[in-house]
């Protein structure tokens, strides 16, 4: 969640002295103050450390703030890459970053110990299906809202997506929608999630047909019923860099065979592999994919992830994977689900 910008900003007409008062209200805050003129625009910042240098190189506590500001402030501004700026920021050790709009007024500001990147991409959460295997507990309640560890599933995801600066986040709904839309009506973790009805059942990738207010070349796309800890900016450096039309978020997946398996040449036997042990890359749910890809899918018409990736790569576009390290639950069976509570149980009394 991002600070509370009225208790950080001051007049530039201020004096020393009551720069020092607010600086001693932010106690347990940040301590850093934005001053802005009549016009609410930003002229300088003020901290305790400016305060202290102007006052032994002679400033009195009467003076106003426009002699002892910094004026050299950091700032994202309009066509800044946040994305890139932040990083660099964050190791320079600013922990406040004001936003400014094209006047120099400040619209939002990040904290740095929370926020941990902004990804320019939009998301999409899949939220339509019936979660049958769940039954009886998604008769009554659609499964993104069952709670897990005291919470809704789909509010992990949606907390993690605000974490990484994604804003602009859709919920497909079909099942039992209304009440996933009431869920909404009411910001989560700080982000108005805006709720898409499908009209029928459009599989997990159809009813990207129905969005029309992207506003990013990027849309990460996933099911709302996982509990992960997959690095989304890593997974989108990852397809950035690599210049695929669409990423798959891919979970290692193991088979070990019991037996010792024969090696063939029509009737004759070239070897035996002892008991072997082959290791294959499951898809997890998670895709990143360029939003020009959507225009492929035909409004109205039923679409799952599997065909789509088939599309895609038949017409010659560079499908990638990226590896998820950590924790990655699907929650499509009972066992699942009590293995997600008993997991997030466990974590909510370490914190």
């Known amino acids: 969640m991002e600070p509370d910008s009225s208790i950080h900003v001051i007049s530039v007409k201020a004096s020393v002295r009551q720069a020092l008062r607010a600086l001693n209200d932010l106690s347990g805050e940040t301590m850093t103050l934005f001053a802005l003129d009549s016009r609410d625009v930003l002229c300088g910042?003020?901290?305790d450390g400016d305060i202290r240098r102007a006052l032994i190189a002679g400033a009195s506590l009467d003076d106003t703030l426009e002699q002892v500001m910094h004026r050299d402030f950091r700032?994202?501004?309009p066509g800044d890459d946040a994305f890139i700026l932040l990083p660099r920021l964050r190791k320079q050790g600013i922990i406040l970053v004001p936003v400014l709009d094209e006047k120099g007024c400040i619209k939002d500001i990040i904290d740095l110990r929370t926020a941990r990147t902004r990804l320019p991409v939009d998301a999409v959460l899949m939220?339509?299906?019936?979660?049958?295997?769940?039954?009886p507990l998604t008769l009554e309640t659609p499964k993104p809202?069952?709670?897990?560890?005291?919470?809704p599933i789909i509010d992990y995801n949606i907390e993690e997506l605000a974490v990484c600066g994604i804003e602009n986040i859709f919920v497909t709904v079909n099942y039992l929608r209304t009440q996933i839309e009431e869920h909404f009506a009411l910001p989560v973790a700080g982000v108005h999630v805006r709720c898409v009805a499908e009209p029928a059942r459009l599989g997990t990738i159809g009813s990207l047909a129905l969005i029309k207010d992207f506003v990013h070349n990027d849309v990460l796309v996933m099911?709302?019923?996982?509990?992960?800890t997959l690095d989304f900016e890593k997974m989108f450096i990852h397809h950035r860099n690599s210049g695929a039309m669409l990423t798959v978020a891919a979970i290692p997946?193991?088979?070990?065979?019991?037996?010792?398996?024969?090696?063939?040449?029509?009737d004759r036997v070239t070897g035996l592999a002892e008991k072997p042990t082959f290791n294959y890359f499951a898809n997890a749910g998670v895709y990143m994919m360029q939003r020009k890809c959507i225009s492929?899918?035909?409004?109205?018409?039923?679409?799952?992830?599997?065909?789509?990736i088939e599309m895609l790569i038949a017409d010659g576009a560079k499908v990638a994977y990226f590896p998820v390290e950590g924790t990655w639950i699907d929650i499509g069976s009972p066992d699942d689900f009590r293995?997600?509570?008993e997991l997030m149980s466990r974590r909510l009394r370490l914190i």
């Open 339 to 341: 293995y997600a509570n």
């Open 45 to 47: 910042t003020v901290t």
């Open 253 to 266: 997946y193991t088979v070990s065979v019991p037996y010792a398996i024969m090696q063939t040449e029509g």
């Open 145 to 151: 809202l069952l709670k897990v560890g005291g919470k």
């Open 75 to 77: 700032a994202l501004r």
């Open 127 to 135: 939220a339509g299906g019936r979660g049958e295997r769940l039954r």
């Open 296 to 308: 492929r899918i035909t409004p109205g018409v039923a679409l799952d992830a599997p065909d789509f």
């Open 223 to 228: 099911n709302s019923d996982l509990l992960t």
